[in-house]
């Protein structure tokens, strides 16, 4: 285990998830605000430009948060199908946890904290439909990486990750 993650939350009293650190507004010192301000975009030229420029590419799901976390979409599950993140009794469950409980249809994924109506079924259909070609990769860790045109993964600075998403591991 990282003593990174442990120390952050001592030291600046920031917010985990899932063991996780977060960011958060008023949170921490001075640094660990204006560290928040940069990810935010603050007072950039181009405010998007950080959350433009880098991309989740996940390889054995096992450090990327299914709802959370923007690895299928642009955008997380929990934003693109928010009605069934609210209903969701694993909010924090991992890309990895998600699949091998079965995210097919009918898998053992998708508990309900209440019977689904049909219109809520239909976007269960649709989230099934984008997971149906992804495939976790078991060698491969979950990574940050740059867009095309930008610097390669190794000259991207591990550094990004606490930038674009507040991801501490």
């Given at each position: 285990m990282l003593i990174l993650p442990l120390i952050?939350?001592?030291?600046?009293?920031?917010?985990?998830?899932?063991?996780?650190?977060?960011?958060?507004?008023?949170?921490?010192?001075?640094?660990?605000?204006?560290?928040?301000?940069?990810?935010?975009?603050?007072?950039?030229?181009?405010p998007t430009w950080l959350v433009?420029?880098?991309v989740?590419?996940?390889?054995?799901?096992?450090?990327?948060?299914?709802?959370?976390?923007a690895w299928l979409l642009d955008v997380p599950l929990a934003v693109s199908?928010?009605?069934?993140?609210?209903?969701?009794?694993?909010?924090?469950?991992?890309?990895?946890e998600m699949c091998l409980l079965?995210?097919?249809?009918?898998?053992?994924?998708?508990?309900?904290?209440?019977?689904?109506?049909?219109?809520?079924?239909?976007?269960?259909g649709e989230c099934v439909e984008r997971l149906a070609n992804f495939v976790l990769q078991v060698d491969i860790s979950?990574?940050?990486?740059c867009y095309k045109g930008q610097p390669s993964q190794e000259e991207c600075p591990s550094g990004y990750r606490y930038f674009l998403c507040g991801l501490v591991w």
């Open positions: 952050l939350k001592n030291s600046f009293k920031v917010k985990t998830i899932g063991g996780r650190v977060r960011f958060g507004e008023g949170v921490g010192s001075i640094w660990w605000r204006q560290l928040n301000h940069i990810r935010a975009g603050v007072g950039l030229a181009e433009d420029n880098i989740r590419k996940v390889g054995d799901g096992s450090n990327t948060l299914f709802w959370e976390d199908f928010s009605r069934l993140f609210e209903l969701s009794e694993n909010k924090n469950v991992t890309v990895r079965g995210w097919e249809a009918d898998g053992g994924a998708w508990r309900w904290r209440r019977r689904l109506f049909a219109w809520e079924e239909e976007l269960v979950d990574r940050w990486t």
